[in-house]
């Protein structure tokens, strides 16, 4: 257990659909990180938040958006659902300075 | 900050040292270098971090150079378990850093 919590595990939905994503950061990190790997691809940083705010975006669909909460947890909503959405998604969290990223153990979504 | 350069793929045999190597020549000199792994389909783990001297824990050795420009990550004795993609970043302390992944070293340990 890496203690940054993503659920569901899987996901099965139909395109066109919207669905959301869940990560618990780990205890004291202010910083969530949502990134997209889809089949033999690389990991595609999608976008960050650190303490409630935005800090930095990458390349994320504009059907795609993120927020995080009072208490840290952070949720990344994916609309209008299309086949190539289809991947892993994964949540990474941190605490400033020079330590390491850890990261969930990631949602699988299936789009069919 | 600074790219990395890796090669896409690696075996080695079990019980082997396995010895992966990454370029970082335009490493700035506050700049970290950092070595994460991803097993199949699960997160990326991080492994070991260094600044300037060798550091040793109990998953991995990782060498850099005295310039700075290169690191070896170093498995001392690699397991069938062992086998994933290694990942090397480089990144300065503090700050917004966002990681970035490239496509890392697909490593392979076989029997």
């Known amino acids: 257990d890496s203690g940054v919590t993503q659920t569901p595990k899987h996901l099965i939905t139909a395109t066109g659909q919207r669905v959301t994503l869940r990560c618990s950061p780990r205890?004291?990190?202010?910083?969530v990180y949502w990134y997209q790997q889809s089949l033999d691809q690389g990991l595609q940083f999608l976008i960050q938040y650190y303490n409630g705010e935005e800090r930095a975006k990458g390349n994320i669909l504009e059907r795609f958006s993120a927020q995080q909460f009072p208490d840290l947890h952070s949720e990344l909503n994916l609309s209008s659902l299309e086949l190539g959405d289809s991947a892993l998604y994964f949540c990474a969290s941190s605490v400033a300075g020079i330590y390491g990223y850890t990261f969930g153990s990631g949602t699988r979504l299936t789009v069919v | 900050d600074a790219k990395t350069t890796q090669p896409p793929s690696m075996d080695c045999a079990e019980g082997r040292a396995a010895n992966l190597p990454c370029n970082h020549s335009?490493?700035?000199?506050?700049?970290?270098v950092y070595w994460y792994r991803q097993i199949h389909s699960q997160g990326p783990q991080y492994i070991i971090h260094g600044l300037k001297n060798n550091e040793t824990n109990e998953m991995a050795s990782l060498i850099i150079t005295e310039d700075r420009k290169s690191s070896t990550l170093i498995l001392p004795h690699a397991t069938l378990r062992d086998t994933a993609v290694y990942y090397c970043?480089?990144?300065?302390?503090?700050?917004?850093?966002?990681?970035?992944f490239g496509r890392g070293t697909s490593l392979i340990v076989h029997p």
């Open positions: 205890s004291g990190d202010l910083s």
């Open positions: 335009t490493i700035s000199g506050n700049e970290y």
């Open positions: 970043i480089v990144r300065a302390s503090g700050g917004s850093y966002i990681p970035t």
